[in-house]
């Protein structure tokens, strides 16, 4: 038996055609065009182009994320002072720059108030910059739900207030990004005591960064008793550095165990640690060693690793001959 049904139009019509089910917003734009003038409609819509072609390139969500992931890295850098003649721009590579008799001049208590005054600068510097960055995305979500609701009025009788709220936000994004670039420490006191006759040159304090110390989790391992360790900086330095090492067992179970611990200056990125216990948790941290300039070092890396078991395994000479020598007890300092 043969059904037809006929009368429909079925056959007419393109189900699959993304014209023959308009989106919501399409259904909007057509509903406010039918309430307005011809010429607020083209307004309209040409404002409208013009806030998303904002949204899509001064403050787009890929461009948020590199500010965060940005702003996240400067949270883990190290911050140090520099002593620069005026003249002279920061991260000058001179190594003539400030004459070595400049550093006996400074008064050592002065310097140490003003490295408190480093810290207390650069803390301000990293809570202002997320509190700029939360005004951007605050911003963009306010401007999405603008594109998002179909009131025109923002964009033709508001249109001021919401020109003034993007000068805003372009304001803000200005801010934030002058405040990423660390600047001049502001001095209050002069730094350098009264020397009679001594000619000193006129100097500047500047805040820098360095680049976080990160262990590399790859080539980092634990064998049965000893551990073989990597870090690295993102940014290499101009010179060598020299590097603080600290582990300890966790969950010490005998006051002996509390012994596997210790703290170990490294000249290189690399460093084997022998004579630790099989199948037991260890906590491994690294750091710059701490210099006299530095003022600010809110973040260290860390790493936990679980030795294996079985009978302990010695590494094989390739392995000594490229880490060179370490020390053979856990609680070596």
Request: hydrophobic residues 40%; proline residues 8%; neutral net charge.
């Amino acid at each position: 038996m043969n059904f037809q049904v006929t009368g429909l139009g079925l056959d007419k019509m393109k189900l699959d055609s993304p014209q023959s089910f308009p989106d919501q917003e399409e259904v909007e734009e057509v509903e406010g065009q039918q309430l307005l003038e011809p010429e607020a409609w083209r307004t309209y819509v040409e404002r409208r182009h013009a806030l998303r072609e904002f949204l899509s390139s001064d403050l787009s969500p890929h461009l948020l994320k590199r500010h965060r992931a940005r702003m996240n890295l400067l949270r883990k850098c190290s911050y140090h002072i520099e002593i620069l003649p005026k003249h002279l721009a920061l991260g000058d590579q001179n190594p003539l720059a400030v004459p070595n008799t400049v550093f006996q001049h400074i008064d050592p208590w002065r310097f140490q108030r003003m490295k408190k005054l480093g810290t207390a600068q650069t803390k301000i510097q990293l809570l202002l910059l997320a509190d700029l960055l939360e005004q951007l995305v605050q911003g963009r979500a306010e401007l999405d739900a603008l594109l998002e609701s179909p009131d025109p009025q923002p964009f033709l009788a508001g249109w001021g207030l919401l020109e003034q709220r993007l000068a805003d936000l372009l304001a803000v994004m200005d801010s934030f990004l002058a405040m990423m670039v660390p600047g001049r420490l502001h001095m209050k006191h002069h730094l350098v005591s009264d020397v009679g006759s001594t000619k000193i040159p006129p100097i500047q304090l500047m805040l820098s960064t360095k680049m976080p110390v990160m262990f590399d989790r790859r080539l980092s391992v634990a064998h049965q008793d000893w551990v073989s360790l990597r870090w690295f900086v993102t940014i290499q330095p101009a010179g060598p550095e020299q590097f603080e090492l600290r582990f300890k067992l966790l969950d010490p179970r005998t006051q002996e165990e509390c012994t596997q611990c210790g703290i170990i200056p490294v000249a290189a990125c690399t460093f084997n640690i022998y004579n630790l216990l099989p199948s037991r948790s260890y906590k491994f941290t690294i750091r710059r060693a701490e210099g006299y300039m530095l003022v600010y070092e809110p973040w260290r890396d860390s790493l936990t690793l679980q030795t294996g078991s079985g009978p302990p395994e010695r590494p094989t000479p390739s392995q000594l001959g490229e880490l060179g020598p370490f020390p053979t007890t856990p609680s070596e300092r």
